[in-house]
């Protein structure tokens, strides 16, 4: 069973970046579509956004023009770069494959925007 460890969340004020990173054990990693999903206070868990084996990218509405997904397939890692971040992107971030999210959650990274 693939394990997923996500990092790279923090506290961060509106307007600031942070650069999340997911790394999965495994050698299945690099043929996998991966995504990125949150789940904020009192919500759904939604897809952000998704990377394709070969490299292309969507994003979610919310997010698009702020937030870039990518991934490193020698290091079964994927990154997401979020930038301009507003207080709505509070949540917890995790990284699975692309819809459907078919390995078991890890434990997320908490990514927090507040002044």
């Known amino acids: 069973q693939v394990q997923l460890v996500e990092s790279g969340g923090g506290l961060v004020q509106p307007g600031g970046s942070l650069r999340l990173s997911c790394a999965a054990s495994?050698?299945?990693?690099?043929?996998?579509?991966m995504g990125w999903y949150r789940r904020a206070p009192g919500k759904q868990r939604e897809l952000v956004a998704a990377i394709t084996s070969g490299g292309n990218t969507n994003y979610a509405n919310s997010v698009k023009g702020r937030f870039t997904i990518s991934r490193d397939n020698a290091k079964n890692t994927v990154y997401l770069q979020m930038n301009s971040l507003k207080p709505e992107d509070t949540a917890i971030y995790y990284c699975?494959?692309?819809?459907?999210?078919?390995?078991?959650w890890g434990q997320g990274t908490q990514v927090t925007v507040s002044s």
């Open positions: 699975n494959t692309d819809n459907p999210p078919v390995w078991d």
């Open positions: 495994g050698s299945i990693f690099s043929i996998n579509a």
